[in-house]
């Protein structure tokens, strides 16, 4: 079968940095993914990883270690509008299907 | 920025109605998906569809549901004979490679079965 375990809620304060967890168990893994959506709305595209290691992309930064099936999006300089859902979604084979984990709602307090 | 658009943003049927769901992908990318995301969960995959014919399906996606690209520029979802449970809202989404690098979504629509 397909799984992805995430936390279903984080809090932080703003100015903060917080790390979001996904561990995975799939077949035919391609990459892991991060979207962020707000309120219901459209996902957004945050990052990609396909190979082991560190991608940064300005207060995001997302890691991947396809031996331990495990990634993170860690999220810097917590700002209120990073107050959304957060998903790790597993690239599952050459079609490009996502598989969503349940999401993590991430609060940012002042 | 080029985006994905999707109409309309909210659909309400009656149960054993067919609706239509349509979406305009990014008009370079080859890759096109339905997903649908039942409110307080996490997105599903429906189908994936990819040089004219559909590359793979979830098991939501049965009889009642067919994908149809029938100009070049539109996407559409077809439900036959919608059930309660079909509400959600459904999410169109385009990617320009197979590894789906970086999906772009629509807005959405929601659909209420009443």
């Known amino acids: 079968g397909q799984s992805l375990e995430q936390p279903s809620e984080v809090t932080a304060v703003e100015g903060a940095i917080v790390q979001i967890n996904c561990t995975y168990q799939t077949s035919g893994f391609y990459g892991l993914s991060w979207y962020q959506q707000h309120d219901g709305g459209a996902p957004t595209f945050l990052s990609y990883n396909a190979l082991d290691g560190l991608e940064e992309t300005g207060r995001f930064s997302s890691f991947l270690s396809r031996s331990d099936s495990y990634g993170y999006l860690l999220l810097q300089e917590l700002q209120m509008k990073d107050s959304a859902s957060y998903f790790c979604a597993v690239v599952w084979n050459q079609g490009g299907k996502l598989i969503f984990g349940q999401g993590t709602e991430l609060s940012v307090k002042p | 920025e080029p985006e994905v658009t999707q109409t309309p943003s909210h659909q309400v049927t009656q149960m054993g109605q067919e609706v239509i769901l349509r979406c305009v992908p990014i008009?370079?990318?080859?890759?096109f998906y339905w997903y649908r995301q039942i409110l307080g969960q996490k997105v599903e995959f429906l189908v994936s569809f990819y040089n004219n014919e559909i590359s793979e399906k979830s098991e939501i996606f049965d009889d009642q549901f067919s994908v149809e690209r029938p100009d070049g520029s539109n996407f559409t979802l077809k439900i036959r004979s919608t059930k309660l449970e079909d509400s959600a809202m459904y999410f169109c989404a385009s990617s320009e490679n197979s590894r789906n690098t970086e999906a772009f979504f629509g807005q959405g629509t929601r659909l209420t079965v009443v």
């Open positions: 008009s370079n990318h080859l890759y």
